[in-house]
């Protein structure tokens, strides 16, 4: 009531809401031309327009604090092993499903598909991640099941509809098909070939599969992938999450995750007790087969955490443009404006990895040179993009203050949902690793990569250095060195290609060849920093 009110409250920035998350991005609007995914121009507004929408950020606040519920038993005593989720989680799953994130990549019938695929998810990272686990997966499955045509007959147009059917029936009487992955044991993690999980032939061209799996993620999901250790080897699975006869298929969940961030999502502990299920691919051959699906949701792991970085800095930009400390706008006093301009560096240039990335993924089947950068892309941005992600949600909390830091502040949820893409399909070290047996396995992998670098020559004294360099030597205790050596220079090159001037020149005189600074606000003289916030801010900062 006004009448017990002791202050007026001023200098309270006030939600940023009701923005076109696609329109008023710059960056991302230049990738789309420029890896050929401009004709989705009206689905990537649509969706820009929803994800910066009240609705969307009310829905994700509600998902955020309504956390999935693990149910065992109904109030009859049967075992029903459900997941009971808000209702703002399943409107969600029926939004980013709508809106193609789990199929564009593979129903476009024109090229760019796979790279308006990853505008669309990168918007959707903005609106609500949570939701992003279960449609990347869903997407990723067609490159398992491309192994087993049968299956990929059967499950394809279900799998790809744009529908949402959350009733937890067997495939055959849904609408609508979401898939998962259970693959990692307690005593294996990222070493799938620790896989302890037996499986046995039935004799009717199924296996009956025995064991646990200690990372579950969307485990109401219709159809999984699992590995299991087959008499030939450790292989593929697919099974239905719901047998034919509408019963849970022999899998009982254990607990849910308490987890850290990615909370409207739930991710459980398993155990598979005579779980029915098909082989996909070779006997023995599991992990390779798995790998081609982990290779996309790797990617997803890159343009997940350059939407987080993005999604901070605008957020850290309009808190300091109508926020005012000792007499002026925050975003106008120098030393703010150098940390503002530094974080939205890292993030355009975030953006710029994981848009190549995808690009060579989609032009991967047209020509041969991109076929071998799409091996090596994908893990390279995705150590380097996840490992910025978290500092920079770090810096765009401290430019709120104290009010970055509590629950009710989006940035609170950002900085805990930060880690989780540098954890998610191969910690850092297992990334570096990847990136070297992939430079190994294709010897022309680090020629291609340093030719598309060097696009960029002679335009920035920096890059030219850098082109000098040698690399570090392909050995494992320098993979984590190699890998920030090529993601420095490729982003560099590709600033210098595709940004305006100001924002590339930028980055190389604060990024390449050990120039100083090694947190954010330590951008060199001479920067332009009001045009930098003026290219990142969803509204104008001044």
Same mark, same amino acid.
């Given at each position: 009531?006004s009448?017990?009110?002791t202050?007026?409250?001023?200098?309270?920035?006030?939600?940023?809401?009701n923005?076109?998350a696609?329109?008023t991005? &710059?960056?991302? #609007?230049a990738? !789309?031309?420029?890896?050929?995914?401009s004709w989705?121009?009206?689905?990537?507004?649509?969706?820009?327009?929803?994800?910066?929408?009240a609705?969307?950020?009310?829905?994700?606040?509600?998902?955020?604090?309504?956390?999935?519920?693990?149910?065992?038993?109904?109030?009859f005593?049967? #075992?029903?092993?459900?997941?009971?989720? @808000?209702?703002?989680?399943? /409107?969600?799953?029926?939004?980013?499903?709508?809106?193609?994130?789990h199929? $564009?990549?593979?129903?476009?019938a024109?090229?760019?598909?796979?790279?308006?695929? &990853?505008?669309?998810?990168?918007?959707?990272?903005?609106g609500?991640?949570?939701v992003g686990?279960?449609?990347v997966?869903?997407?990723?499955?067609?490159?398992? $099941?491309r192994?087993?045509?049968?299956? $990929?007959?059967?499950?394809?147009?279900?799998?790809?509809?744009?529908?949402?059917?959350?009733?937890?029936l067997?495939?055959?009487?849904?609408?609508?098909?979401?898939?998962?992955m259970?693959l990692?044991?307690?005593?294996?993690?990222s070493?799938?070939r620790q896989?302890?999980?037996v499986?046995?032939?039935?004799?009717?061209?199924?296996?009956?599969?025995?064991?646990?799996?200690?990372?579950?993620?969307?485990?109401? @999901?219709?159809?999984?992938l699992t590995? &299991?250790r087959?008499?030939?080897?450790?292989?593929c699975?697919?099974?239905?999450?719901?047998?034919?006869?509408?019963?849970?298929?022999?899998?009982?969940?254990?607990r849910?995750?308490?987890?850290?961030?990615?909370? @409207?999502?739930a991710?459980?502990?398993?155990?598979?007790r005579g779980l029915?299920?098909?082989?996909?691919g /070779? /006997?023995?051959?599991?992990?390779?087969?798995v790998?081609?699906m982990?290779?996309?949701t790797?990617?997803?792991c890159?343009?997940g955490? &350059?939407a987080?970085?993005?999604?901070?800095?605008t957020?850290a930009?309009?808190?300091?443009t109508q926020?005012?400390?000792?007499?002026?706008?925050?975003?106008?006093?120098?030393l !703010?404006a150098n940390?503002?301009?530094?974080?939205a560096?890292?993030?355009?240039?975030?953006?710029?990895l994981?848009? #190549?990335?995808?690009?060579?993924l989609?032009a991967?089947?047209?020509?041969?040179?991109?076929?071998v950068?799409?091996?090596?892309?994908?893990?390279?941005?995705?150590?380097?993009?996840c490992k910025?992600?978290?500092?920079?949600?770090?810096?765009?909390?401290?430019?709120?203050?104290?009010?970055?830091?509590?629950?009710?502040?989006?940035?609170a949820?950002?900085y805990?949902?930060?880690?989780?893409?540098?954890?998610w399909?191969?910690?850092?070290n297992?990334?570096?690793?990847?990136?070297l047996? +992939?430079?190994?396995?294709?010897? /022309?992998?680090a020629?291609?990569?340093?030719?598309?670098?060097?696009?960029?020559a002679?335009?920035h004294?920096?890059?030219?250095?850098?082109l000098?360099?040698?690399p570090?030597?392909?050995?494992?205790?320098?993979?984590?060195?190699?890998?920030?050596?090529? +993601?420095?220079?490729?982003?560099?090159?590709l600033?210098?290609?595709?940004?305006?001037?100001g924002?590339?020149?930028?980055?190389?005189?604060? #990024?390449?060849?050990?120039?100083?600074?090694?947190?954010?606000?330590?951008?060199?003289?001479?920067?332009?920093?009001?045009?930098?916030?003026?290219?990142a801010?969803v509204?104008?900062?001044?």
């Open positions: 009531m009448g017990y009110a202050h007026e409250v001023t200098n309270q920035p006030g939600e940023l809401v923005f076109n696609y329109t991005d &710059a960056a991302l #609007r990738a !789309m031309k420029v890896f050929g995914a989705a121009e009206e689905r990537l507004d649509a969706c820009g327009a929803r994800v910066g929408g609705q969307v950020q009310d829905l994700a606040r509600i998902a955020n604090r309504c956390v999935p519920e693990l149910r065992t038993h109904d109030r005593g049967h #075992r029903i092993d459900m997941v009971e989720f @808000s209702p703002a989680w399943h /409107e969600l799953m029926g939004m980013i499903r709508a809106d193609g994130v199929a $564009l990549g593979w129903t476009a024109r090229p760019g598909g796979h790279v308006a695929r &990853a505008g669309l998810s990168y918007l959707w990272a903005q609500e991640a949570g686990c279960p449609a997966m869903t997407f990723a499955a067609i490159a398992a $099941l192994h087993q045509p049968e299956a $990929l007959a059967k499950y394809q147009d279900k799998i790809l509809s744009p529908g949402y059917d959350p009733r937890p067997p495939p055959d009487q849904k609408t609508a098909l979401g898939v998962a259970a990692t044991e307690k005593q294996g993690g070493d799938l896989t302890q999980s499986a046995v032939a039935a004799g009717d061209g199924t296996w009956r599969l025995t064991g646990h799996k200690w990372f579950f993620s969307v485990p109401t @999901s219709d159809l999984f590995l &299991a087959a008499p030939g080897g450790v292989s699975f697919l099974a239905q999450g719901w047998r034919n006869d509408a019963s849970r298929n022999f899998l009982l969940l254990q849910l995750k308490d987890k850290c961030g990615n909370r @409207s999502n991710s459980a502990e398993v155990e598979f029915e299920a098909v082989m996909l /070779e /006997e023995g051959h599991g992990i390779r087969l790998l081609e982990a290779h996309l790797r990617l997803e890159a343009l955490s &350059a987080l970085m993005r999604q901070a800095v957020l930009i309009h808190h300091a926020r005012r400390a000792f007499g002026h706008r925050l975003v106008n006093q120098p !703010m940390v503002l301009a530094d974080l560096l890292e993030s355009e240039a975030a953006l710029w994981a848009m #190549r990335a995808a690009a060579a989609d991967a089947p047209r020509d041969d040179a991109e076929r950068l799409n091996r090596v892309l994908a893990p390279l941005a995705k150590y380097f993009v910025r992600a978290p500092v920079v949600a770090a810096e765009a909390m401290e430019c709120h203050g104290g009010n970055g830091y509590i629950e009710e502040d989006v940035l949820r950002l805990r949902d930060a880690p989780v893409n540098g954890l399909e191969g910690s850092g297992v990334i570096c690793l990847d990136v047996r +992939a430079l190994a396995r294709e010897p /022309e992998a020629g291609l990569l340093r030719a598309e670098i060097a696009l960029a002679g335009r004294p920096a890059l030219d250095a850098w000098r360099t040698a570090p030597e392909p050995l494992e205790r320098n993979a984590r060195r190699l890998v920030e050596h090529f +993601a420095l220079g490729l982003a560099a090159s600033l210098l290609r595709h940004a305006p001037p924002i590339a020149a930028a980055f190389c005189a604060s #990024r390449l060849n050990g120039a100083p600074g090694m947190t954010f606000g330590t951008l060199p003289e001479g920067v332009d920093t009001r045009a930098i916030m003026r290219r801010a509204a104008e900062p001044y």
